[in-house]
């Protein structure tokens, strides 16, 4: 069944005739899948009639049912009249949808499914229909259909068709000449096109329509366009979304890649199978060291075009020494490489299975999961689409995958002599083209295993006075391999021999950096830690560094990382066991002070105003911060969290719990930031044992703080009080109270959180008392917005309203925007609880910008719904489907988790007809009495991450106890890592 009205009402293509059948069927598609009161059907078809109408109603109901053909898809109930449509049935619905989707996708998607999506109007909505409910949602449809042109040309724009829109937006404006967003469309296009002064005339023609029609400037966005022109400067549409990530993993492939036709052949047949009914996935399997790496790498980067989605690349580390990452580790990595921000990755290990395989769902990916050791490592990191193409290699036959999931394997062998010979004369050069008994010789010694044939040839290049002869009697020396190279227990694959003579003719620095990288407990390490572990100056380390890759004895990967293959790893480890106690703990702790003194670098460009750490009495290093931005402060900590969490343990297991409590300590504002929340706690349990066990007592209060901070954030709450009371008693015990002061203020925020609101009062005034005390100004500013949320929750407004305009004063004063634009959100909801919807919507468009400004997007999308709440208690529908849809933007591009709830409550708004109908919807879980229209944190968390989307469309009831809870992980002091 096929229903459409946009346009003369039809239906299966079939235009339906008679004015009463009509208004009759238009009514019923406006409500459609909801009861239509009869009362309500008389009044629309015969309005202000009176007689038998209920008996002419039900003859025109009898009619429809007969031309649609299927009574049971028109019936009757106690609440009237019902027609049920099913999805994708009814145009208006798909257009929407789409439309909807469009917003949310890159800008070539959004052309194709914006041009779907108006490629269905065939004329005006509901057209012919002279009922007043029809002509309302006649007029939201149309409203709804200008703004996916804006969108379909502001997608064009971004995809490069600025020189084609011209002569469509001038035509746009013609008919629609107060759209400011066509106008602003029109500048760019122009500007883009090189037409810079015909883009200010467009300008300077729309201000003067403007003033002489309407008597109001242009909009910000229009002013801001003409002043980036003007100055010569890049212009982006207002409100375009971030870029589209497109995740490109995986490594470069080897040099003189030899073989493996009928492989990579057969990976191309399992790649054309994948999406019909065989499992779209394939298991590569051999021995340590046959190529599975190299084979999946080459035949993934010559199919990259196959997947404009992007490629993602994991190492399982099956066979290595250290831990493997576990699932959940490897997903929130996949996440982030598909663009989901930390704050919205889910904390669990299904959840986040489940948001990697809704990712996934819709492109088309490669997943290259390397070096898995066992099924359990490869099924949760599985996607199910068809759309995507997943390949493991193990060492392991992995017969589960292969049984139970569907799996099919390739089994990669040792290479044919032929290969083998072709191999080793390409790597090490002219010298061996008169020696094919010896090369046969050294392919024997290496069993035809591509990894120590790569090795053994650069042993041979790196010395020139010796002949492939003298290197096949060198590697005959059995008892210098390695013991077993296989799993599988094949004696004739140990290569310990080949991995010996590499390292014996580095010079020496290389030599001892490969020996001393064996006791990096990690996996992976950059030049400036190597120069650190080595206590060499920078270019000595990248020196050695460079020796160790030319040797094929590490490579080096993205972004400057060194790692090696895990049996080489395991013969830098072996060769580490014989180091001197002396000089392994100089060697470690030189590392471990790299990465503290790192990260408080790090932690500078990130928030120069967190509290200083004290470091008299640790090493000076040697090398400077690898980064001079606040991004790239950011990006090294992404790359080196898992390092660093393992520098925490080790450090705490060497006995260097001066070093394990200053870096756990100085990471929780890292931790803070990007919420992640288990390398939190795990690192600051680790720490607070170390400091009590040395009695370092001021670290442990610290310590203890952030503990506390770290379940409030999880919802933790009753475990986060017992910190915040243990802390408090360590601080007293110290006579610190000024740590005092901030622990009483993160105890009042889990305490106002849980309602408990006399406690929280108390705990928020003891705190100001102490910032004031003090001399603490940021410190005053926060407990003063805290304290005046608290009061407006209590409808205690006057209170509330002395201390948030204190609270305002002040931290304008001091130019504390950061806190600023917390207290103004809070100020709005003051003011929206008294009824004052205007000075709400001021304050919060001054707390939008500044969260703008500080690039927040997860507290724009906020702001955002709370600006479409007052919009929608105002009735001003549009404009709060705007600020919806704005938000929508936000979150998509983000991958925050209220974007679902943001696209439900536009559903339901545009099926109900009013954006405030979403009041009680069952796609948004209402928190229950005393909450308002938004229940929000300056984090999400497990707890509350269903309630960070507005849950009430219009203003809600008073007493919202949900205000930005701002607290600080420790004050600013220079007692840090001394004794207490």
């Not at 006649?138 to 011209?166: F, K, M, N, P, W």
């Not at 080790?650 to 931790?671: I, K, P, S, V, W």
Request: charged fraction near 25%; proline fraction near 5%; aromatic fraction near 6%.
């Amino acid at each position: 069944m096929e229903f459409e009205v946009l346009g003369p009402i039809r239906i299966r293509s079939v235009t339906v005739t008679g004015r009463m059948q009509r208004i009759l069927l238009g009514t019923l598609l406006a409500n459609a899948n909801h009861d239509v009161p009869a009362s309500a059907l008389v009044d629309v078809l015969w309005p202000g009639e009176a007689g038998d109408s209920a008996s002419k109603l039900y003859l025109h109901v009898h009619k429809l049912r007969r031309r649609l053909g299927e009574p049971d898809r028109l019936v009757s109930g106690e609440g009237g009249y019902h027609l049920r449509v099913l999805p994708g049935e009814l145009d208006a619905q798909r257009f929407e949808s789409l439309v909807d989707e469009a917003a949310a996708s890159d800008p070539r998607r959004c052309v194709e499914l914006s041009r779907e999506a108006l490629g269905l109007w065939r004329g005006e909505p509901y057209d012919g229909l002279d009922s007043p409910e029809l002509a309302e949602r006649a007029r939201r449809l149309t409203e709804r259909r200008l703004a996916a042109i804006e969108t379909l040309c502001q997608a064009e724009l971004a995809d490069g068709g600025h020189s084609s829109l011209v002569d469509e937006l001038t035509e746009l404006i013609r008919r629609h000449p107060f759209r400011e967003r066509l106008h602003e469309l029109l500048m760019i296009a122009l500007y883009r096109a090189g037409r810079r002064t015909a883009a200010l005339a467009v300008y300077r023609a729309a201000r003067r329509l403007f003033v002489e029609e309407l008597g109001i400037e242009p909009g910000p966005e229009l002013r801001e366009a003409e002043r980036r022109i003007l100055a010569g400067q890049p212009v982006e549409p207002a409100g375009s979304p971030a870029p589209v990530v497109v995740p490109s993993e995986l490594p470069r492939t080897v040099r003189n890649f030899v073989g493996r036709t009928a492989e990579l052949s057969e990976l191309d047949d399992q790649l054309a199978q994948s999406g019909r009914d065989s499992a779209p996935v394939c298991v590569v399997v051999g021995t340590a060291g046959v190529g599975k790496t190299a084979t999946v790498v080459r035949w993934g980067n010559r199919v990259r075009p196959r997947f404009p989605d992007g490629q993602l690349y994991v190492d399982l580390r099956g066979y290595g020494p250290e831990q493997p990452p576990s699932a959940a580790n490897v997903l929130e990595g996949f996440l982030q490489a598909l663009g989901v921000e930390g704050p919205a990755i889910p904390r669990d290990l299904p959840a986040r299975a489940a948001r990697f395989r809704a990712l996934a769902a819709r492109r088309r990916l490669l997943v290259v999961l390397d070096n898995a050791r066992t099924c359990e490592q490869v099924r949760p990191l599985l996607p199910m689409s068809s759309s995507c193409h997943v390949v493991v290699t193990s060492r392991d036959s992995l017969a589960g995958l292969v049984a139970r999931d569907g799996a099919n394997r390739i089994v990669l062998r040792r290479l044919p002599s032929s290969d083998a010979r072709e191999l080793f004369r390409g790597l090490a050069g002219e010298r061996t083209d008169d020696a094919a008994d010896a090369i046969e010789k050294v392919v024997r010694q290496c069993v035809r295993l591509p990894l120590a044939l790569r090795v053994a040839a650069e042993i041979f290049r790196a010395r020139d006075n010796i002949s492939v002869a003298d290197l096949a009697a060198e590697l005959a020396d059995e008892h210098r391999r390695l013991d077993l190279m296989d799993a599988d227990g094949d004696a004739h694959t140990a290569i310990r021999s080949v991995f010996s003579r590499s390292v014996h003719h580095l010079p020496p620095s290389a030599a001892r950096l490969f020996v001393l990288w064996g006791l990096h407990p990690g996996h992976d390490l950059t030049a400036p830690a190597f120069a650190a572990l080595s206590g060499e100056d920078l270019r000595t380390a990248q020196r050695a560094l460079d020796a160790l890759t030319r040797s094929h004895l590490v490579e080096e990967g993205f972004a400057g990382r060194y790692r090696t293959h895990d049996l080489l790893r395991a013969y830098a480890r072996e060769l580490a066991d014989e180091v001197g106690p002396a000089c392994r703990e100089a060697a470690l702790r030189r590392l471990f002070v790299w990465f503290l003194r790192t990260v408080i670098a790090a932690r500078a460009f990130v928030d120069p105003k967190a509290r200083v750490i004290d470091l008299s009495g640790v090493e000076e290093t040697r090398t400077e911060a690898p980064f001079h931005t606040r991004e790239d402060a950011l990006a090294w900590f992404a790359a080196e969290r898992a390092n660093l969490v393992t520098v925490v343990r080790t450090a705490a297991e060497q006995g260097a719990d001066d070093l394990c409590c200053l870096l756990a300590a100085a990471l929780m504002r890292l931790f803070y930031l990007t919420k992640n929340w288990d390398d939190w706690l795990v690192t600051h349990e680790i720490a607070v044992t170390a400091a009590r066990r040395s009695g370092r007592r001021v670290d442990e209060a610290y310590l203890l703080l952030g503990l506390g901070i770290a379940h409030d954030d999880v919802g933790g709450f009753e475990k986060a009080i017992g910190y915040f009371r243990t802390t408090a008693e360590v601080f007293h015990e110290l006579g610190n109270r000024h740590g005092q002061a901030w622990t009483l203020n993160n105890l009042g925020v889990t305490q106002d959180s849980m309602g408990r609101f006399a406690e929280a009062a108390g705990s928020y005034t003891a705190a100001l008392e102490m910032f004031q005390a003090g001399g603490d100004g940021h410190g005053e500013g926060i407990a003063l917005n805290n304290l005046g949320d608290l009061r407006r929750q209590q409808r205690l407004f006057d209170d509330a309203l002395r201390h948030l305009r204190d609270a305002v004063e002040l931290q304008r004063s001091s130019g504390d925007r950061t806190s600023l634009r917390f207290t103004l959100r809070t100020l709005g909801d003051l003011y929206r609880d008294m009824g004052l919807r205007e000075q709400a919507s001021e304050e919060y468009r001054n707390a939008l910008a500044i969260t703008r400004e500080l690039d927040d997007r997860w507290g724009s999308a906020r702001l955002l719904v709370q600006l479409a709440d007052l919009s929608a208690a105002a009735g001003r529908e549009t404009e709060a489907r705007d600020h919806l849809h704005e938000a929508l933007g936000l979150c998509t591009a983000s991958g925050d988790p209220i974007a679902e709830k943001i696209r439900a409550r536009l559903g339901f708004s545009d099926q109900a007809g009013s954006a405030s109908a979403v009041a009680g919807s069952p796609d948004l879980p209402d928190p229950g009495p005393g909450h308002g229209a938004l229940r929000r944190r300056p984090t999400p968390t497990r707890t509350g991450a269903d309630r960070t989307v507005g849950v009430r469309g219009g203003l809600g009831p008073p007493g919202d106890t949900t205000k930005p809870h701002l607290r600080e992980d420790a004050p600013a002091s220079t007692e840090v890592g001394q004794r207490g």
